[in-house]
């Protein structure tokens, strides 16, 4: 599978180059991932060195699971052996602003990672540290996420 492209060269590198930071809609899908005692792992972001969720934006020419499978490889070394959709996010309270001011409504895929294979890498083009975190302890931006993981029976939710 192919790598992402560096910003300028990426899809939304390229689609804010043309609008400047007007709002666009941009799909994008996460991961989580536990490990054996029930800890979730995040990465600390290169970018603005805050704890998250591995994931991204979707690039041309793939799909969603496959933006879920690059972004865990290039933010953890992990491959995804098998994953399953638990709820999709795209409402209007979702917006947000960007650390270089773009404004973005996401439609979000989140993904359970049911299985994967390879050894965490703490550190990497997109990472700075990595590690499973009790739920607990998890920034409170996950909450939501973390709850829904806990009801999903199978139906994915929807909000």
Do not use: C
Not at 32 to 54: H, K, M
Not at 91 to 109: C, D, L, M, S
Not at 126 to 147: C, I, K
């Amino acid at each position: 599978m192919k790598s992402s492209p560096g910003w300028e060269a990426s899809y939304l590198g390229q689609l804010r180059a043309a609008v400047g930071n007007r709002m666009l809609i941009t799909p994008g899908a996460s991961a989580v991932i536990q490990d054996d005692n029930g800890q979730i792992l995040l990465i600390q972001r290169s970018d603005n060195l805050e704890w998250a969720i591995p994931g991204g934006s979707m690039e041309l020419g793939y799909s969603v699971y496959d933006t879920l499978v690059r972004e865990v490889r290039e933010e953890t070394g992990l491959e995804v052996i098998s994953a399953t959709l638990f709820a999709i996010y795209s409402e209007p309270r979702f917006v947000f602003t960007n650390a270089f001011g773009g404004e973005h409504q996401p439609i979000h895929f989140a993904f359970r990672v049911d299985e994967w294979k390879g050894s965490l890498v703490t550190e990497t083009d997109e990472s700075v540290d990595a590690r499973f975190w009790a739920a607990n302890q998890m920034p409170d931006r996950y909450q939501e996420a973390l709850s829904d993981l806990a009801a999903f029976a199978g139906t994915v939710i929807l909000k």
